[in-house]
T-cell receptor, first 116, second 113 residues
Framework: KAGVTQTPRYLIKTRGQQVTLSCSPI?????VSWYQQTPGQGLQFLFE???????NKGNFPGRFSGRQFSNSRSEMNVSTLELGDSALYLC???????????????FGNGTRLTVT | GNSVTQMEGPVTLSEEAFLTINCTYT??????LFWYVQYPGEGLQLLLK?????DKGSNKGFEATYRKETTSFHLEKGSVQVSDSAVYFC????????????FGTGTRLQVTL
């Protein structure tokens, strides 16, 4: 079974631009979550999508948004990029159907975004 | 809110040494607890998990026991290998938001020959 695939692996953008990152979950997984990893703040939860609906949201500004398609693939968008948005963005999928339970997350290798 | 505290790294050990990485947590209710590992240039991989008090998670020689009385989930391995060099993250999730993990800051482990 193919793992979680994130594209692109690397991105360089300029302040003020916007960016879209893509994530293809493991086949059959309907839950997709996004995390931001930085040296200063560590790993922080952005949001989770299930069946094309946002089910949970972290404490990030509205510039960070996402969506999920009917095939469970997900995208996240960051508008008006700031230098502090430079990070590794990780996508994770889970076979979990309900919000209860403890199915582990399967992470992709991430997209490294650099904002200059 | 929830929080996870891990021991500061880096931890440097010789091959075959005993490993302990401390992890304590603060959470309401009965969270599930996880250890994830991150190798250079890669995402996170689940190492082990425990879902209720006194559960012991184990995998690849690593173990951790869910201790509710001390709110801890310390990671141990009896004999580390060079290939265990990586960053280890302790994490928890609430029962109602299982995909929303709260992570510790991570502990870098370096194993030398």
């Amino acid at each position: 079974k193919a793992g979680v695939t994130q594209t692109p692996r690397y991105l360089i953008k300029t302040r003020g631009q916007q960016v879209t990152l893509s994530c293809s979950p493991i086949s059959g997984h309907r839950s997709v979550s996004w995390y931001q990893q930085t040296p200063g703040q560590g790993l922080q939860f952005l949001f989770e999508y299930f069946s094309e609906t946002q089910r949970n949201k972290g404490n990030f500004p509205g510039r960070f948004s996402g969506r999920q398609f009917s095939n469970s693939r997900s995208e996240m968008n960051v508008s008006t990029l700031e230098l502090g948005d430079s990070a590794l963005y990780l996508c994770a999928s889970s076979p979990q159907t309900g919000s209860l339970g403890n199915s582990p997350l399967h992470f992709g290798n991430g997209t490294r975004l650099t904002v200059t | 809110g929830n929080s996870v505290t891990q021991m500061e790294g880096p931890v440097t050990l010789s091959e075959e040494a005993f490993l302990t990485i401390n992890c304590t947590y603060t959470a309401t209710g009965y969270p599930s607890l996880f250890w994830y590992v991150q190798y250079p240039g890669e995402g996170l991989q689940l190492l082990l998990k425990a879902t209720k008090a006194d559960d012991k998670g184990s995998n690849k020689g690593f173990e951790a026991t869910y201790r509710k009385e001390t709110t801890s989930f310390h990671l141990e391995k009896g004999s580390v290998q060079v290939s265990d060099s990586a960053v280890y993250f302790c994490a928890l999730s609430d029962r109602g938001t299982a995909s929303k993990l709260t992570f510790g800051t991570g502990t870098r482990l370096q194993v030398t020959l």
